[in-house]
């Protein structure tokens, strides 16, 4: 919109747009600053903002006393596996609603979604035993198993939202050229929704990694992800706030940036295409 | 594209999602459902009976589920409230030309990635910590005492932090929203007369209106389900001060190990849920053209 | 060889019969258009002879071969669409090459192929670029240049110059023109423009809901309309229907008469009117006449007639060249 805008308008929008960003990222820059104190600088009054003894010993004692490296990486297996798994069973199942609509089609989209709109405390129990019969509590198994389910309307509900966007000529167009179905996912249409794809993979891993219910009731200690690992912290001994802030910072750091990268298809995946 | 050819391995295609999904669906769900119905308690194998009603006539007389019941209202409510009045707010400012705008898009999505666990111990600690916690330092800057948030306050205490979690979301969704308005709309009623307010009221609203319905909705959904902000915070207390029905569910099941009873929870919380669906389904589905 | 034959060829989507029944034969070699309004049909009797939808009745044959129930890949057949459809992901080169790549011809080979087929198409300087990078007529010579690698039985072609300004369309429907002469393969065309199907075609096949109204060359279908529909279809500007008593006074319930087939007098003729609008191209005058007793007459006459709004003429029907329709609207002997 071309709006007229005097500079002292600008000014004031950005210094308090400024002020609120800064407010709301404050928590998050507060953990990762404290990150770098010692123990004792961490619960100092009056608290040093940037002035202290910067230290990396933090990030030295959690990676070493703890198992932190061990569930860091189970949080990189769950995330990543449920998700790809997830894609890779949602591929073929957005294409047949994509390209195929038939008169079921909204009906079996709906249905996905309601699927993910069931409490999990309301299958807590069930999943609980399942679990604990089949040898599955506490395995990274179990967990990408479990996940991948959470998250597998939301993956077929983006990539159709995304596969919708075809242009469907260009697949007849694969199909007149002689591609078998093979070819045509292959060489056609995954390039095609390649952006999209990788925006789907991305937001799932988010949403996998940061999942606190199934991890925290189903994995308690081997196969812990970071979600659980870090409730841990929950009743501590001692002086605790720079290792937990080390914890923390390097739990969510990684998230953090991928999901700065994936902002823009945030609305679309989180909505089911209704806000876009 | 709908040859009879391309409808049988398209049904052939969608299958492991739709036979999964249904697994997930029913399994889980019926063994919940008859779970509610027995006697079956965790530390007693083999004592099973069928108990008829009194598992969802012991549940729903129980004091704890009404606190929990309001508790869970009060949680959602308050979110809600917090994130979608404020989202608006800040959806309006960061639509405004300035500059950095791309910098401070980011500062206010970053806590939406930061995992439940984390916020819920960072906040509680660092911030709220009636000790060591920074609004404490402040407060004894200021020659206040310091304020008790967890112990005095626990359900606003953690409905601050969900809202700290969910504001970046409801921002976004209406800040896309919003840059979706047409901006020949905008123009046409600016010739027409009206002033910024009554664009507001008479252009924005109703181009937001959808956009703000989605959001209750779907951050209902997730809201219903708070858990680890809970489990990590409080534990639900003190008392049951800040137990919300997703808590109860799981304090019944997993710590007293009263399968019965947590089923018929999970199967009232099922109930709750879905009729806040109903309403999310057809908000979505209106927009599908399948 | 590339000779089509349906036989009682059918389709419904649902309960709605969008083509009820249909007998056509395409000779091999013939240039064949599809004409008719939107929603006649046409591009679905299209899509049904590509196999990218199932017949609901009937069969097709190509050279001979049942082919109806042949997946499209394998009926020989290749397909430009409305769209392009190009791959927007592959340079020309690869564009054109895929169908070739699919039939797993060698790579060799194929590069011989591409190269030959952008030579005659111009597009040997745009073999690197992406199809974004280029315009709506390049655009259309790679969806031609994949089309015609493949040696097909026969070019369908969707539209192909709908999405083309009206300059441009006029030079591609020469070349379209100019490759058929060129590869002497059957090439069927749907078009909704009646122009593009009395320039280009052999053969037309005018369709109305779903339904052959007439099939012929395009001076036939000019000259000896079957029927009203085709009569006001056919011919630019469109054919003056007239009914009422002038028509009942020539025996029939409609009579049709082209605005090129009337003489136009200042002083004597049989109908008498007033000049409406006058449209001057230059090249032909185009008078809309308001005549009493019969309503508005559409008169094509020279370029330097010199009338205008409000003038009086009078206007005389050539001997000959009235149709005549009877009260089905079919035209009468």
Known sequence: MARKTTTARKATVTMLAWTIGFIIFFPVLWTILTSFKTEGEAIAAPPSFLFFDWTMENYLTVNERSDYPRHFWNSVVISVGSTLLGVLIAIPAAWSLAFVPGRRTKDVLMWMLSTKMMPAVGVLVPMYLIFRDAGLLDTKTGLVGVLTLINLPIIVWMLYTYFKEIPAEILEAARMDGASLRSEILYVLTPMALPGIASTLLLNIILAWNEAFWTLNLAAAKAAPLTAFIASYSSPEGLFYAKLSAASTMAIAPILILGWFSQKQLVRGLTFGAVK | ?290 | ?333
Request: contains cysteine; glycine residues 8%.
């Open chain 3, 1 to 333: 060889m590339g000779r089509i034959t349906l036989r009682n060829v059918a389709k419904r989507f649902g309960d709605v019969a969008v083509i009820p029944s249909i007998n056509l034969e395409v000779e091999d070699g013939e240039f064949v258009v599809f004409v008719g309004p939107s929603g006649c049909g046409k591009s679905t009797l299209l899509r049904l002879i590509a196999g990218l939808e199932d017949v609901s009745g009937g069969v097709i044959e190509i050279d001979g071969v049942n082919a109806t129930e042949l997946p499209p890949a394998r009926r020989g057949l290749a397909m430009v669409f409305q769209s392009y459809a190009l791959y927007p992901h592959m340079s020309v080169r690869k564009n054109i090459a895929f169908p070739l790549k699919m039939a797993g011809m060698e790579p060799a080979e194929i590069a011989r192929k591409v190269e030959a087929a952008a030579a005659v198409l111009n597009l040997t300087g745009y073999l690197d670029r992406r199809p974004g990078q280029l315009s709506g007529g390049q655009r259309q010579r790679v969806a031609i240049g994949r089309a015609i690698v493949r040696e097909p039985a026969a070019f369908l072609f969707d539209e192909p110059l709908s999405n083309l300004d009206a300059a441009l369309r006029v030079n591609m429907r020469l070349e379209i023109s100019e490759l058929h002469q060129t590869l002497k393969t059957t090439m069927i065309y749907v078009t909704h423009d009646q122009v593009e199907a009395m320039t280009m075609a052999d053969k037309i096949v005018v369709l109305n809901l779903g339904r052959i109204e007439q099939v012929g060359s395009p001076l036939d279908l000019y000259r000896a309309p079957a029927n009203l529909f085709v009569a006001g279809f056919i011919g630019s500007p469109k054919m003056n229907l007239i009914d009422g008593p002038e028509a009942a006074r020539q025996g029939a319930a409609t009579i049709g008469l082209r605005p090129e087939h009337i003489d136009l007098s200042g002083s004597a003729g049989i109908w008498r009117g007033t000049v409406g609008i006058a449209e001057h191209l230059g090249s032909d005058t185009f008078l809309r006449v308001q005549v009493e007793g019969i309503g508005m007459i559409t008169v094509r006459a020279g370029g330097d007639t010199d009338l205008r709004h409000g003038d009086a003429v009078w206007l005389t029907p050539q001997p000959g060249r009235m149709h005549r329709f009877d009260a089905d609207g079919k035209a009468m002997a």
């Open chain 2, 1 to 290: 594209m709908a040859t009879q050819h391309s409808r049988t391995v398209a049904r052939l295609m969608i299958s492991p999602a739709v036979i999964l999904l249904l697994l997930w669906m029913i399994v889980p769900l019926a063994m919940t459902l008859y779970f509610s119905f027995l006697r079956y308690n965790l530390l007693m194998p083999g004592m099973e009976e069928w108990a008829g009603f009194s598992n969802y006539r012991y549940f729903l007389t129980d004091p704890a589920f009404f606190t929990a019941l309001r508790n869970t209202l009060v949680l959602v409510a308050g979110v809600l409230l917090i994130t979608v009045i404020g989202g608006i707010l800040l959806a309006l400012l960061l639509d405004q030309p300035m500059w950095g705008q791309g910098i401070v898009r980011i500062l206010v999505i970053a806590p939406f990635f930061v995992m439940p666990t984390v916020s819920a111990l960072v906040w509680t600690n660092m911030f709220m910590n009636p000790v060591n916690g920074l609004f404490a330092h402040a407060a004894k800057a200021l020659g206040l005492q310091p304020y008790d948030f967890l112990a005095q306050s626990p359900l606003l205490s953690i409905t601050l932090i969900v809202a700290w979690q969910w504001l970046p979301f409801a921002t976004l969704i209406l800040l896309t929203a919003l840059q979706s308005l047409d901006s020949e709309q905008m123009e046409a009623a600016a010739m027409d007369g009206a002033g910024p307010l009554s664009r507001f009221i008479y252009v924005t609203m109703p181009h937001l209106t959808r956009s703000v319905t989605v959001v209750i909705l779907i951050q209902t959904i997730f809201l219903l389900s708070v858990f680890a902000e809970i489990l990590v915070t409080t534990n639900g207390g003190p008392g049951t001060a800040s137990t919300t029905l997703t808590y109860l569910v799981y304090v019944q099941s997993m710590l007293q190990f009263d399968v019965g009873g947590g089923a018929a929870g999970g199967i009232v919380a099922v109930i709750l849920a879905n009729i806040v669906a109903i309403f999310l389904m057809r908000m979505i589905g209106k927009n599908l053209q399948a």
